[in-house]
Each structure stands twice: as C-alpha cells, then as structure tokens.
C-alpha cells in the first residue's frame, strides 16, 4: 500500500513538499513515479525515479521546479514542489512500478501500487 500525504493550499510562489509511504514493501526496489489529475482531464505523470541507478523524468511543465527523490531508510518517497503555480492544482498521486524496468515510466498501467492521492490547491 501507498499513502500519499502533503497537499494543501499555497499561493502561488510557494512551496509544498508531498510524502508517500510504502507498506509491504520496498522503495529500494521499486520506480517510484508521481501523477497528477485535474476534474475532467486524464491523469499526466510529473516525476519517477528509477530504483537501480536513481534517473529521474520530469514533465517539461516542471522542470526545475519540483525534484523527486526518496529515502530508503524510512521507505517514503518525496516530490518537492518548489515555485508553485495556479496550473499545478491538481490531485497528486504516487505510485510504484515493481515490475524491474530499467527506466522509470509515466505509462499508468505500468504501476502495480497507487496512493490515494492528495489534494494540491494554488491561489494566484
């Protein structure tokens, strides 16, 4: 299971750091990718990282604003979400592909575990 926490209201500027714990399992192991979902559009990938030698992928539409990383000691996964804007509200999801590709993907059927997802709200 993946439990997705962190979101909130933040004006724009602003910054958010959301957490995603995994439970019956491990991250060390695991790509880990984060998703983002607004009402009425398909769900989009932001950020994975990939567990062997640590590659990430970033949308174009956050490059160098948000960073994915994890830590394998308290098996959670993070999205730091730096200079925020309106457009980045959104439900944001993480979630783990188990199936040992060698890269990360931003496929949703290529991710086996999903958080629940939380709520990410920007005021300008």
């Known amino acids: 299971q993946l439990q997705a926490s962190g979101g909130g209201l933040v004006q724009a500027g602003g910054s958010l750091r959301l957490s995603c714990v995994a439970s019956?399992?491990?991250?060390?192991?695991?790509?880990i990718g984060w998703f983002r979902q607004v009402p009425g559009k398909e769900r989009e990938g932001v950020s994975c990282?990939?567990?062997?030698?640590?590659?990430?992928y970033y949308a174009h539409s956050v490059q160098g604003r948000f960073t994915i990383s994890s830590d394998n000691a308290k098996n959670t996964a993070y999205l730091q979400m730096n200079s925020l804007k309106p457009e980045d509200t959104a439900v944001y999801y993480c979630a783990a592909d188990r199936g040992g590709r060698s890269r990360c993907s931003n496929l949703l059927s290529d991710y086996d575990y999903w958080g629940q997802g939380t709520q990410v709200t920007v005021s300008s």
């Open positions: 019956g399992f491990t991250f060390d192991d695991s790509n």
């Open positions: 990282m990939n567990s062997i030698d640590g590659g990430t």
